[in-house]
């Protein structure tokens, strides 16, 4: 891709909430570079010059206007008229400005009211402008198809019993935020998987349960948890009298231990959080070892957000789900109860992990969504301590089982929708 679409937002500061949240939403198209005063603009620049080049380098040029702003004077005006004026030096009939409503406004200047509005708000609306940028950039020979670098090609494999502890590289991806390969579990950990850390002699060594790493809501780091993991523990063990900390739900008949291919449920982040450093730590006396016999970890745990994302193909269209392939939408129900375990589905629990192939993402990555929420490894802000979780369960109807559904949650947390996955790195990255 040689360079991306330029899109300019004009807006005015009453409209700044809904104009940042379509600044993201662009920004999230690998193909669009999308500039806006509060995003772009650095400290100890000139405004007035900088916002003037953007207007003029830009390719097309969203004009963002409600009720509110249209009936007032100020810079915004300035911009418009400024917008109106470069236009003029444009091919007649190229899609330049693109006046965007925010609500049921009319605009205030003559000359705007040949455009074509868009409604943002109506249904699809986002996937129509899409469709205008698009229409721009094939006139200026600007790449829009995202390519893919394709996953190993999958080798066929006898069944070996280890199906279930293999994990899937992930190489770096064309405009994506992770520059680094990654090899995420194939699956969800199962109880069986689980009983494993449960039986160890050393289940509450502090080892497993010190420092696990902390990342903020850009999955950046920031630290680490310090003692918090290992002081939990410690008052959950004294209160149960116990040596181990079984999942809240070990003895259910439907999602507990009689399960052993379900995911493990009823387990608080940190105890995902152990679970992993214990399956680093013994990675060779384990099937994992075997199952992957070139990946020597470095570091285990759980994904960060934009792992696990990018893992599933991505969540742009934010209605895609991860076996949908490169432009495409699953729209039918019954399509969805095929490949993944939802609430219309009526089942009423989890199931076993590879009980859905036909839900594996592009990269053979299997039961993303429903089944069971999956712990992320970063926090929700830096203030709260919360952290993420995606991919929705069996509760979940289907469409908040999307790629681009998350939820937030206190990490003491042990619910019964509640599950995770691992990911390994094998380089400095943690």
Not at 134 to 162: H, Y
Not at 186 to 203: H, I, M
Not at 296 to 325: C, F, H, N, Q, T
Not at 361 to 380: A, L, P, R, T
Request: hydrophobic fraction near 35%; proline fraction near 7%; charged fraction near 25%.
């Amino acid at each position: 891709m040689s360079r991306k679409l330029r899109v300019f937002l004009c807006h005015a500061t009453e409209d700044r909430p809904a104009a940042s949240e379509l600044y993201q939403k662009l920004a999230a198209e690998p193909w669009i570079q999308p500039w806006m005063d509060t995003e772009d603009l650095l400290p100890g620049q000139d405004f007035d010059l900088e916002i003037y080049k953007a207007l003029r380098d830009s390719d097309a040029i969203l004009i963002c206007m409600s009720q509110t702003s249209v009936s007032k004077s100020g810079y915004l005006n300035k911009e418009i008229r400024r917008t109106l004026d470069i236009a003029d030096e444009k091919p007649e009939g190229s899609i330049y400005i693109i006046p965007v409503k925010f609500d049921d406004c009319i605009p205030s200047f003559e000359r705007l009211k040949k455009y074509q509005w868009l409604e943002y708000f109506a249904p699809n609306a986002h996937e129509k402008l899409l469709k205008s940028l698009r229409l721009r950039a094939e006139v200026l020979k600007i790449e829009t198809a995202v390519k893919q670098t394709p996953a190993p090609t999958p080798k066929t494999v006898i069944d070996d019993g280890l199906d279930l502890y293999r994990f899937i590289e992930i190489p770096p991806q064309p405009n994506s935020k992770v520059d680094y390969p990654f090899w995420i579990g194939k699956y969800p950990v199962t109880n069986a998987q689980y009983e494993r850390f449960l039986n160890a002699p050393d289940y509450a060594n502090p080892v497993y349960w010190l420092e696990f790493p902390k990342f903020d809501e850009k999955c950046q780091p920031m630290g680490d948890w310090g003692k918090a993991g290992v002081d939990w523990l410690r008052e959950e063990l004294k209160k149960a009298n116990s040596k181990v900390l079984l999942p809240r739900y070990w003895d259910d008949k439907n999602v507990g231990k009689s399960n052993p291919n379900n995911p493990v449920v009823g387990v608080s982040w940190y105890e995902a959080c152990a679970y992993a450093e214990w399956l680093c730590q013994n990675w060779e006396r384990q099937p994992e070892a075997r199952a992957n016999p070139t990946l020597k970890p470095r570091s285990i745990r759980m994904p960060l957000e934009s792992e696990w994302i990018l893992a599933a193909g991505g969540d742009v269209p934010e209605d895609r789900y991860p076996w949908d392939e490169l432009g495409q939408v699953t729209t039918s129900l019954k399509e969805v109860l095929r490949r993944a375990n939802v609430r219309e589905g009526e089942i009423g629990h989890t199931t076993s992990v590879d009980a859905y192939p036909l839900g594996r993402s592009s990269f053979g990555v299997m039961d993303m969504v429903g089944n069971v929420w999956e712990w992320q490894v970063n926090c929700q802000d830096r203030k709260t301590g919360w952290v993420r979780l995606r991919g929705g369960s069996w509760s979940d109807r289907e469409g908040e089982v999307c790629v681009s559904i998350c939820d937030t949650i206190h990490p003491l947390n042990r619910s019964f929708g509640l599950g995770f996955r691992v990911l390994a790195l094998q380089g400095e990255i943690s």
